[in-house]
């Protein structure tokens, strides 16, 4: 790398730190042959977020002079880096060869703060303006196709099954802790399921390489064309963003969601993809704070045995797969990649998930009962907000600690498992 760019990364290495996704970047960089397999394995074994961004800078400058041009474009081409571009531009120029986002596209023109035709960039309130135009432009078009009623905004669930759910139950690991409980979750998500009219496949004891075949297999299926929806249930140990195989080996929360995407999954587009991670998400334990209005606390479970919290001592790191690279979408109308969605986790990052050797995890025990009592009057999102109340409230370990679900919707419309009692109601 030409000492330039490497003054460019270590007088702006602060900033870089505080914001880089490393992980997603580390993907790019990998992909076009910047660095290596065991790069990406270094970085990613890193425990946080900022360790992994410090790593992959220290790394960079040693990986050739093509390292910070592909450095450039992947900041540009991954979602939400694209401000620290603004950082790496003032010192390129069109005379020098500036970096350009894509070589082979020449509309884009370079990256530098003046182009050479000596306008500058377009000012983000413009594109803000034009973003805003054209959702006017959107929402008079859904008005005039009648698309302005509140029935628009429930996903169609008329298929009967819905479409099918995936359990996969580790429960017996090589180098872990035995899951005791978790065959209970997996019977309770299967008899909730089924009576949720969708078609339950169940795999037990997977190691890292057969659950990612396994979903890999599973979203490839012919049976998504005709279906509503799908819902995966994944209960394992984890780590924050990682879910371990019973061999020991840890896979990516995010890759394994990305066989669901719009690029991946072309049968799954516009439907709502549900799933459900039962998994500690660090080894923190959530100790519990006093509520001063006490009037309002719902009565307290008999304390459950903190048998099995789950979390490993150490992290094995897993070397992710390829991002998918999205291909031009002829049609007029579009959706995000990551739009239909919902990933309901046990637990918020950090934290250990709770589990019962004879009544199964907090989060599952949860999910049983206000689904069941719910399902035929409530969206899934309203559903999990009672599945939050229900774990933050209803139950506590003997020693008092506490834990509470993380769902993270991306969602666009409601989900209603019975939509026909919903529309009567």
């Known amino acids: 790398m030409d000492k330039k760019h490497k003054d460019l990364l270590r007088k702006n290495r602060m900033t870089l730190v505080e914001d880089l996704e490393a992980t997603q970047l580390s993907n790019y960089l990998y992909q076009e042959g910047v660095i290596s397999e065991n790069d990406v394995e270094t970085i990613k074994a890193k425990p946080t977020r900022r360790a992994q961004a410090e790593k992959l800078l220290d790394i960079l400058p040693r990986r050739g002079p093509k390292a910070f041009d592909v450095f450039c474009r992947a900041l540009d081409e991954t979602d939400g880096q694209g401000h620290l571009l603004d950082l790496l531009r003032p010192n390129e120029s069109s005379a020098s060869g500036a970096v350009s986002s894509s070589t082979q596209d020449g509309n884009r023109g370079s990256l530098s703060l003046e182009r050479s035709d000596g306008t500058r960039p377009i000012d983000p309130e413009q594109v803000a303006i034009k973003s805003n135009a054209s959702t006017s432009s959107n929402d008079k078009k859904n008005a005039e196709r009648g698309f302005d009623d509140d029935n628009d905004l429930v996903y169609s669930m008329k298929c009967k099954p819905h479409g099918l759910c995936l359990i996969i139950n580790n429960v017996d690991f090589e180098y872990l802790s035995r899951r005791g409980g978790s065959d209970v979750d997996a019977k309770k998500l299967d008899e909730l399921f089924?009576?949720?009219?969708?078609?339950?496949?169940?795999?037990r004891n997977q190691s890292s390489k057969q659950l990612k075949e396994t979903l890999f297999q599973f979203a490839k299926l012919?049976?998504?064309?005709?279906?509503?929806?799908?819902?995966?249930?994944?209960?394992?140990?984890?780590?924050?963003?990682?879910?371990?195989?019973?061999?020991?080996?840890?896979?990516?929360?995010?890759?394994?969601?990305?066989?669901?995407?719009?690029?991946?999954a072309k049968d799954l587009i516009g439907k709502p993809k549900m799933f459900f991670i039962q998994a500690?998400?660090?080894?923190?334990?959530?100790?519990?704070?006093?509520?001063?209005?006490?009037?309002?606390v719902s009565p307290i479970e008999a304390p459950l045995t903190e048998a099995n919290a789950g979390f490993p001592r150490t992290a094995v790191p897993d070397v992710q797969p390829k991002t998918i690279k999205p291909e031009p979408d002829p049609e007029p109308e579009t959706l995000p990649a990551e739009a239909d969605m919902l990933v309901a986790y046990s637990t918020v990052p950090g934290y250990v998930s709770w589990n019962n050797l004879a009544k199964g995890s907090w989060f599952v025990q949860a999910i049983a009962d206000i689904f069941s009592a719910y399902a035929h009057t409530e969206d899934v999102v309203s559903m999990l907000i009672r599945?939050?109340?229900?774990?933050?409230?209803?139950?506590?370990?003997?020693?008092?600690?506490?834990?509470?679900p993380a769902p993270v919707i991306m969602l666009t419309k409601k989900v209603f498992f019975f939509p026909q009692q919903q529309a009567g109601k």
Do not use: W
Request: net charge negative; proline share 1%.
């Open 222 to 264: 012919n049976d998504h064309e005709m279906a509503d929806s799908v819902v995966v249930c994944l209960l394992s140990h984890g780590l924050e963003g990682q879910i371990y195989g019973v061999d020991g080996v840890l896979v990516s929360i995010p890759d394994l969601l990305a066989l669901f995407n719009g690029y991946a």
């Open 194 to 203: 089924t009576k949720l009219q969708y078609t339950v496949k169940m795999v």
């Open 387 to 404: 599945v939050n109340h229900k774990v933050a409230r209803e139950f506590e370990s003997y020693n008092r600690k506490k834990q509470i």
């Open 280 to 296: 500690c998400r660090g080894s923190d334990f959530d100790r519990g704070v006093d509520v001063i209005d006490s009037g309002h």
